[in-house]
């Protein structure tokens, strides 16, 4: 994920994103019309954003079940010297493993926080959890199952775009 520019954001820009969230795919000429612009200043709104890095990237979103990914995992990561040589050598480990679908340092009693989704409990040992243990800068993995889930990959809550 790149680094986002500082640009500031208006409310046409709060707009399209807003769109953009709900549906990658809608036509340029469809936003336009949406947030209340002509189909070309809307082009290079989107552009500058892609640009700034605001726009990261465009995903689908797929049914992880329907695709045989039915755990979810949530491994509390506690790392056994706090370094940045150490911290870095783990985040590298993790961007390697495609189970890992989110990585996040957290304050608390855990270092990190990662999401890991795998067909069964079985993957998640044999891939994931002997994976991490490898890596001599672990000292302690927690592990959470979701037993089912309600909302995922939802959009960001934007600020609210005022019609006045």
Not at 10 to 20: F, G, M, R, S
Not at 43 to 58: C, D, F, I, T
Not at 88 to 116: K, Y
Not at 122 to 141: C, H, K, N, Q, W
């Amino acid at each position: 994920m790149q680094n986002s520019a500082k640009i500031a954001l208006d409310a046409i820009d709060l707009k399209i994103l807003a769109e953009l969230q709900a549906d990658a795919r809608i036509p340029n000429i469809v936003l336009a019309e949406k947030v209340g612009l002509s189909p070309s200043p809307c082009s290079r709104r989107v552009k500058l954003l892609e640009q700034a890095g605001v726009l990261a990237s465009y995903r689908a979103l797929v049914d992880r079940a329907a695709v045989g990914l039915a755990v979810t995992a949530f491994a509390f990561i506690r790392v056994e010297r706090h370094s940045r040589d150490n911290a870095e050598s783990f985040i590298a480990a993790v961007q390697t493993m495609p189970e890992v679908v989110a990585c996040h340092l957290v304050s608390g009693d855990s270092d990190f926080l990662l999401e890991v989704v795998v067909p069964d409990i079985a993957s998640y040992e044999a891939s994931v959890l002997r994976g991490l243990l490898a890596l001599p800068t672990v000292r302690d993995i927690r592990t959470s199952f979701a037993m089912r889930s309600y909302k995922l990959s939802g959009p960001l809550p934007l600020p609210a775009v005022s019609n006045g």
